[in-house]
């Protein structure tokens, strides 16, 4: 074939491609407010910066003569381009071509940018939309997912992955999300390993496709998304902002953004946010937004694990993730999920050189059988591994109180947190006062004629003695005491000498689904 042959094959291939499956198919697409598979892409790059890879594939049930529709690019628009001038690679879903469904060469279009992204250290973002494996091709197909799944782990750790889900995402292909980075839903989504039908024929349950799978059980549920966004369009802005916190690859530093907010502001707005009595609740969003850069938090799994927040932030420009005890939700205690959560987010910076800042005010591990049935023990354990083996800077404030375990796990020194700064409020112990006070001075307490009255005064003497940080500030488990209002110099000042760190930079480890 010429080139003049080659040229006008293309030209009719491409309006093949860019109707997708269907005038039809997309028509109704567009009317249900959702942006087609292009223009998912076109959006979310900056404009005129797209380039396909890909474009004339054919799906192989057609070449096989099992399916009479000619579907070029076969359901799923793959390419590179930039955002913010920074180089991304993509993989759009085609709903409107099989249902966007995955056969074998749909998937090696989505491996071969998988690829490029990993050879070029670059993020990837996978635009979900798929009704599941094309059942005509049989075992290729499921051959396809296992291509996907085996790219997503080789790419863990090395390049950040996206995956955003706009439609179904049903059976075998949840994993790749699932072995991803950070995933984002739509409300018009759904995720679940088998439909409502299965559920209800297997075992009797009868449940809607919202309730199995939809976004909010991810996000509150399962944990296993990161957000939920109203539209096409709010999903793609949630991971061109994300993606403004991280590096490109494991290789660099996230992006430096020059601060208009003074690095050596003063905060004493801190002081009215933390209650004076240590057993009043707050939310930690209001202090930690009155100490970052402009107060701007984006706020991951924000409705999973809620006694504890996970987030992006900057401070003097830097990109920082922050884990943080939530007082407001059951006093900021460690959980199961809490724990996952934070281990999970703790792994994730350091898989991308993002300096781990930790604000401390936890009472401790949650109690109860339901906990110790589930395993709070292993996955407690999770995040005190997270913590000692990230190499990236640490560095803690601690905030209120610190009790026993979850004082260590929360970023101490003893788990190689390089500066670990208190607060004058800060309550460091075993224990909390009355629970202290009761096995400390148990014997004087029950011998004494008004055990009531000896018990309040040594709950008292109890407070004054170990409920302060200047007993572990004497044996250097915390370098200096800091007024509220210089939190943030304080935080900057450590931080601008801990990102000189060694071992900072370069592949550490994968980022496992925990």
């Not at 005509?136 to 995956?163: M, T, W």
């Not at 959560?341 to 781990?356: E, M, Y």
Request: hydrophobic share 45%; net charge negative; glycine share 10%.
């Amino acid at each position: 074939m010429g080139w003049e042959e080659l040229l006008e094959e293309y030209r009719k291939r491409k309006e093949v491609v860019i109707q997708g499956g269907g005038k039809e198919k997309l028509q109704k697409i567009k009317e249900s407010g959702k942006l087609t598979a292009r223009e998912r892409i076109e959006y979310f790059l900056d404009p005129n910066s797209f380039v396909e890879v890909g474009t004339f594939v054919e799906h192989r049930a057609t070449v096989l003569g099992m399916d009479k529709v000619k579907a070029a690019a076969d359901g799923v628009v793959t390419g590179f381009g930039t955002v913010n001038g920074r180089l991304v690679f993509v993989a759009s879903q085609d709903f409107s071509v099989l249902g966007g469904s995955v056969g074998e060469m749909h998937a090696a279009k989505i491996a071969r940018v998988q690829e490029m992204a990993m050879a070029y250290r670059a993020p990837i973002i996978i635009m979900n939309d798929s009704g599941g494996a094309r059942i005509q091709e049989g075992v290729d197909s499921l051959k396809g997912y296992g291509d996907i799944f085996y790219r997503n782990v080789q790419a863990s750790g090395h390049v950040p992955q996206i995956a955003i889900i706009f439609g179904p995402c049903a059976g075998g292909a949840v994993y790749s999300p699932a072995l991803m980075d950070f995933v984002v839903m739509t409300n018009s989504a759904y995720m679940f390993i088998t439909g409502p039908r299965v559920v209800e024929a297997v075992t009797g349950e009868k449940v809607t496709t919202e309730q199995l799978g939809g976004p909010n059980v991810h996000a509150e549920k399962s944990g296993n998304i990161h957000f939920v966004a109203e539209t096409d369009q709010q999903a793609l802005d949630l991971a061109r902002q994300l993606l403004s916190f991280l590096p490109s690859s494991a290789d660099e530093r996230p992006p430096y953004i020059e601060p208009q907010d003074d690095p050596a502001r003063l905060t004493p707005e801190v002081a009215e946010i933390v209650p004076a009595e240590a057993n009043k609740a707050f939310d930690i969003r209001d202090f930690i937004r009155a100490v970052v850069d402009d107060g701007e938090f984006l706020e991951v799994q924000a409705d999973f694990g809620r006694s504890i927040v996970v987030g992006f932030a900057r401070l003097g420009g830097h990109t920082i993730g922050i884990i943080a005890n939530q007082p407001a939700v059951m006093a900021g205690v460690l959980d199961i999920d809490s724990s996952d959560k934070a281990a999970r987010f703790v792994r994730t910076c350091n898989a991308f050189n993002i300096p781990v800042v930790t604000f401390v005010d936890t009472p401790g591990y949650m109690p109860g059988t339901r906990q110790e049935y589930g395993g709070i023990i292993r996955h407690g354990a999770k995040l005190l591994y997270a913590y000692s083996e990230a190499e990236v800077a640490k560095i803690t404030l601690i905030v209120r109180k610190a009790f026993g375990g979850a004082y260590i796990a929360m970023g101490s020194k003893h788990l190689g947190a390089d500066v670990v700064f208190a607060l004058p409020s800060a309550q460091i112990a075993v224990m909390e006062a009355e629970g202290g006070a009761n096995i400390v001075f148990k014997k004087e307490i029950e011998s004494a004629e008004n055990p009531e009255k000896v018990r309040a005064k040594k709950i008292a003497e109890y407070r004054s003695e170990f409920l302060n940080p200047y007993v572990a500030a004497s044996r250097l488990y915390i370098d200096d005491v800091i007024e509220p209002q210089f939190v943030r110099l304080a935080l900057y000042n450590a931080l601008e000498v801990t990102l000189t760190k060694k071992n900072a930079v370069g592949r550490k480890h994968g980022n496992i689904p925990l």
